[in-house]
């Protein structure tokens, strides 16, 4: 397997993108579709941890982790190891149809560990969007009620009823129509005075009983509410204490599920398991993706058994639960168990401080927030507003030095790197901004 211990990380020895990587964008051009996001050209070749090498030999410093999901790090040796034993062994038999042991284990281990005393079952899915479109059919069959309430700056998947609860972006939307109807949205309680203002999160929730139920949504109707603990794409924020309690409080009061989106927030990144943990809140069901195969296509909705009465063959996948990709999420869960969640914990205090220190050298970074490595910078203009163009040409800026990043919300950057980031990489990455936003600060000093 291909290491970097001795290699200084960044290292760009040819600017990108390369002869290589510039031949591969030609033909990708040609061929692929244009609905993809890239925002810079990395063609990636290989990776280990939390290191990239691109096809023309250099070498990145990830904070992306592949958007938030190889979470034990590229190719990390047990995943691999799991991978490969599984697929000499049985690569692909339909758990929706037949039986085996790796799917079975992984929803044991998972039912165990989700948050709450209630008994839990498990759906399995290739991806977040499916495992948020099983939660609401789920919803919709158990209570036998239509409407379901989301929360603006939400995103929660491309496919149609995930589209639907999804509340980020016009460009989700637009052209697409019909959605799915009988969803609605409300403001998700955010900014540095939803960590300072007492009762900020349990005012929000209010409105939605004062507001919403009072006057389009009979609260008799509506099947579930859908929150990301964190937002995510929305701009890495983190709800004040009271929020997700007091939601929890008025799912109750309604028979309403409570349905947490714990497809970036999960598997660790915060610091704990999943990220409701924080505030000791038990949701009715949780879907899950991204970080739990650390790299392998597989995504699962946990649900309290007394919520999962669906019958036989009222909802199936094909793939979902894959023996092989069920392996590599086995192998995830004990490396964050053995120390990944503790080192995400770590090097997010770690990364905060020293965003901190850059936010108080420099009047363009704006509001630092998040939990373990799941934390965002924004970029702002003189009076503090969102400074979009900023925020791309760091990102662009940062990957021409080595730093793969990625934005969200409306002028974030967000950091979200494999759990195994080593306190020098972070030390690394750190460095690399201030001497973007020092160089910038100088070219504005000279004009």
């Known amino acids: 397997m291909w290491k970097f211990d001795n290699c200084q990380v960044p290292n760009i020895k040819i600017p990108p993108p390369g002869p290589r990587a510039q031949a591969l964008l030609d033909r990708d051009q040609h061929f692929v579709s244009p609905s ?50 599984q697929a000499a062994k049985l690569i692909h038999m339909s758990g929706t149809d037949f039986y085996y042991e790796p799917q079975t284990d992984l929803a044991q281990r998972l039912a165990e560990l989700a948050p709450g005393k209630s008994p839990k079952r498990v759906f399995f899915t290739n991806s977040g969007a499916e495992a948020l479109e099983a939660g609401l059919k789920l919803a919709r069959w158990h209570t036998g009620r239509s409407r379901a309430i989301a929360f603006l700056g939400a995103f929660h998947g491309r496919t149609y009823g995930a589209m639907s609860l999804s509340g980020s972006k016009l460009v989700h939307r637009r052209g697409f129509s019909p959605l799915v109807p009988d969803i609605h949205h409300v403001p998700y309680p955010k900014g540095p005075e939803a960590r300072t203002v007492p009762d900020y999160g349990r005012r929000f929730v209010e409105q939605i009983e004062e507001t919403l139920f009072k006057r389009t949504a009979p609260p008799d109707e509506v099947a579930a509410i859908f929150v990301e603990p964190i937002q995510g794409e929305g701009g890495y924020h983190v709800p004040p204490p009271d929020f997700l ?57 946990i649900a309290r058994d007394a919520v999962m009465t669906w019958p036989s063959g009222s909802h199936a996948s094909t793939f979902g639960g894959n023996p092989v990709s069920c392996r590599a999420a086995l192998a995830t869960l004990d490396l964050l168990e053995n120390g990944y969640i503790s080192n995400a914990a770590a090097r997010g205090n770690q990364l905060s401080k020293g965003l901190e220190l850059l936010q108080r050298a420099y009047s363009q970074v704006g509001d630092i927030r998040g939990l373990g490595l799941m934390m965002a910078m924004d970029l702002v203009k003189e009076h503090g ?14 990957f021409q030095q ?46």
């Not at 599920?257 to 000791?280: C, I, P, S, Y």
């Not at 038990?282 to 597989?298: F, R, T």
């Not at 080595?402 to 306190?423: E, K, T, V």
Request: negative net charge; glycine residues 10%.
């Open 245 to 301: 309690p007091a939601l929890r409080d008025l799912c109750n009061r309604h028979a309403i599920l409570l349905v947490a989106d714990e497809v970036q927030t999960g598997m660790g990144r915060t610091g704990k398991l999943f990220a409701v943990e924080h505030w000791n809140v038990e949701p009715d069901i949780i879907c899950l993706a991204k970080g739990i195969a650390s790299g392998m296509p597989l995504g699962a909705m």
């Open 385 to 398: 507003a969102p400074d979009p163009a900023l925020r791309d040409a760091m990102v662009q800026t940062a």
């Open 402 to 447: 080595g730093l793969l990043l990625l934005g969200c919300g409306d002028s974030a950057i967000r950091f979200c790197p494999p759990l195994c980031i080593s306190s020098e990489q972070v030390e690394t990455a750190l460095h690399i901004l201030g001497g973007i936003l020092a160089a910038r600060k100088l070219e504005k000093l000279a004009v």
């Open 36 to 85: 993809y996001t890239r925002i810079y050209p990395l063609v990636a070749a290989r990776g280990s941890g939390a290191v990239i090498e691109d096809v023309d030999g250099n070498l990145f410093l990830d904070f992306t982790a592949g958007i938030a999901v190889v979470s034990t790090g590229h190719c990390h040796p047990q995943v691999v190891a799991a991978i490969q034993d």
